[in-house]
């Protein structure tokens, strides 16, 4: 993880000030993190957000070690881990039977070969990020404003995920590829 919070700041000033950040306050935040959401992808998941937006905040760092920068990393890591627990919350007390997916009228086809294709062999074939996007458009009925929100993406970039996990499962289910999750 150092490697990549490292990749993300240019100055050397700010690589030193990142360095000496990381190694004082990466320890807690796993720690803070963890005790919200007790699943460690979860946990890689918030502490990597956390270090993205404490680096867009980097200037409003000037100390390492005072109370002020405690609070702030605190802070940051509590609201991630937080949003990241209601969304994962949200996510399971919406989830609907797979059989309810497979039933969406956008994976009906008139193809008799296809018939018998389990579409959670599609879904899992195809990359994460883009069968996230379809389980929340389809399963969960979520409009494309509400999945940028939560996503943290633009509306755009939610309708191009969509887009695009469509056209994975329709490759998928014709020609059987296999895609990386």
Same mark, same amino acid.
């Given at each position: 993880?150092?490697?990549?919070? /490292?990749?993300?700041?240019?100055?050397?000033?700010?690589?030193?000030?990142?360095?000496?950040?990381?190694?004082?306050?990466?320890?807690? /935040? &796993?720690y803070?993190?963890?005790?919200?959401?007790?699943?460690?992808?979860?946990?890689?998941?918030?502490? /990597?957000?956390?270090?993205e937006?404490i680096?867009?905040?980097?200037?409003?760092?000037?100390? $390492?070690?005072?109370?002020?920068?405690?609070?702030? #990393?605190?802070?940051?890591i509590?609201?991630?881990?937080?949003?990241?627990?209601?969304?994962?919350?949200? $996510?399971?007390?919406?989830?609907?039977? #797979?059989?309810?997916?497979?039933?969406?009228?956008?994976?009906?086809?008139?193809?008799?070969?296809?018939?018998?294709?389990?579409?959670?062999?599609?879904?899992?074939? #195809?990359?994460?990020?883009?069968?996230?996007?379809?389980? &929340?458009?389809?399963?969960?009925?979520?409009?494309?404003?509400?999945?940028?929100?939560? &996503?943290? #993406?633009?509306e755009?970039?939610?309708?191009?995920?969509?887009?695009?996990?469509?056209? &994975?499962?329709?490759?998928?289910?014709?020609?059987?590829?296999?895609?990386?999750?």
């Amino acid at each position: 993880m150092f490697c990549m919070v /490292m990749a993300m700041v240019d100055s050397p000033d700010d690589k030193d000030k990142v360095k000496k950040l990381y190694n004082k306050y990466n320890k807690l /935040m &796993l720690y803070v993190s963890n005790g919200i959401l007790h699943n460690p992808a979860d946990v890689e998941d918030a502490v /990597m957000t956390a270090w993205e937006r404490i680096l867009k905040n980097l200037n409003k760092i000037s100390e $390492i070690s005072c109370p002020e920068t405690k609070s702030f #990393i605190v802070t940051v890591i509590e609201r991630i881990s937080i949003d990241l627990y209601r969304k994962n919350t949200r $996510i399971r007390d919406k989830e609907a039977p #797979i059989d309810a997916f497979e039933d969406s009228p956008f994976f009906a086809t008139a193809d008799k070969e296809m018939e018998g294709v389990e579409i959670r062999d599609a879904i899992n074939r #195809i990359p994460k990020v883009y069968a996230e996007a379809l389980l &929340l458009y389809y399963l969960n009925d979520m409009t494309m404003k509400e999945m940028s929100e939560m &996503l943290e #993406i633009s509306e755009d970039a939610v309708s191009k995920r969509v887009q695009r996990g469509r056209a &994975l499962i329709k490759q998928s289910l014709e020609g059987g590829v296999d895609h990386d999750r």
